[in-house]
């Protein structure tokens, strides 16, 4: 499943913030302190708030992503009145049997917005409400999408409508739960059966109900027998839990500043993660060139994933090459230049800081995000520029990128790989497949690529101006000193 957007109220310094994440590669860059790596925070909290590592917490502040400090710390103007939230968009959520012909581009996305409000007991966050709502993005009626509803919408002409909706009431410890009947009724195949329909009818009916741990909904279902509307509400409300989980899961962070490498590595465990400081970078790298080695599938995917490694790395370093040698329990990484052979740990700093990232995209799957913060520290502007053909690269495979930078020479690079697509369309990258945000101080411009890779408008100001403003300054200096030495001259 992939993330259409993500949209933030009252988050950190935003009252509100959408960010269209449908583009392979999406570049956030912005003045410091601008709020650039608000909606990356927001995210990440989301993420370990459904990672398998949280067992009890409906937002999980302090993961092992981000530490968001505490609910005053991250709440909009740091007031613990107010609630935030965190949407996510997809068109890949199932909530009705929609109409779509196979294989057409979706006509619809759903949203999974959650609310959240200050929690006296732990000063965090706990569930306000969550709403789960589907929307047509091309104009229809929301009818109109949705394949032979069985009951008739409360407005069928709406652009949209909820499926679910938990909300707690002011001054109650309880939530209301009430749901759409269609949301169920196509779980029935054929037809409904007559001993259900009564049931699925209810679902429009408010339930109380609380929330034990996590997003564990609490009802008397103790006190009924068989299947019924309350336990329909609970299963749909754990379907959606589960789809939000698996858009999740499917997301994976590093953070600035990786780890510097050590000279060996005790084998401890097999991963493909790299951890988020690239701590496990080389026994993720062990684990991919063993599973290339012993590749069996029909389709050398194992094999495949290992070679792009070594292809990104040529890309980025190309006069070096990368070996892992394992012997027993250890691992240690090589580096081969003109024959000299060196420990990872005895080269450039760059190679430590490219190094997880080249590995964690290798080792993920089609359809997998990749956040990264600051991807260009200790990189020579010519391996920076070369970042980008990996990124392009990447895509071609299924891979995704939401990256925080600084870098000019990352975004000159795919602009290049945009303009060398008018020859070589094979290999290059479309305008529409990088989304560009640039966070000011007081706001957030949209920035569009034509077909040659320039910036449509001319770039914002703020954005990589200081080279044109520091040399305009030293000519004026120049000039001026030119013409002060003349004004005194006999």
Known sequence: MNINSIKIENFKKFTELEMDLRAPITLVYGENSSGKTSMLRAILGLAQTFSQNNKFQSWNAQGEFVDLGLYKDYIKDHNTKNKFSISIRSSEYKTYHMSNKKGAPPKHETE?????????????????????????IDGQSISSLISNPVFPLLNPEALSVTSIKIAKPKTRSYYQFTADPNAVAWWFGNGIPNEMKK??????????????????????LERTHGYNSKRMKNDLFQRAIRQTESILAKVHYLGPLRMSPYRSYKLSAHTSYVGTNGETTPLALSYLYKKSLEDRTKTKIHKARYENFTKWFALIFPDYNISVEQNDDVVRLKTTTSGRIDSISDVGFGFSQVLPILVQAAAMEAGETLIIEQPELHLHPKAQVAFGKFLTDATKHGLRFIIETHSEHILKGLQLQISNGMTDKKNAIKPQEIKIYYFHKTKVTNMELNKWGEIEGGWPAGFFDESYHISKTILKNKIAEINSSNAIEP
């Open 112 to 136: 999974h917005k959650f609310i959240y409000e200050f929690d006296t007991l732990t000063s965090q966050a706990k569930l306000n409400s969550f709403v789960e709502s589907t929307r047509s």
């Open 199 to 220: 049931f699925v009818e209810d679902l429009s009916i408010p339930t109380k109900v609380t929330f034990d741990h996590r997003f564990s909904v609490e009802t008397d």
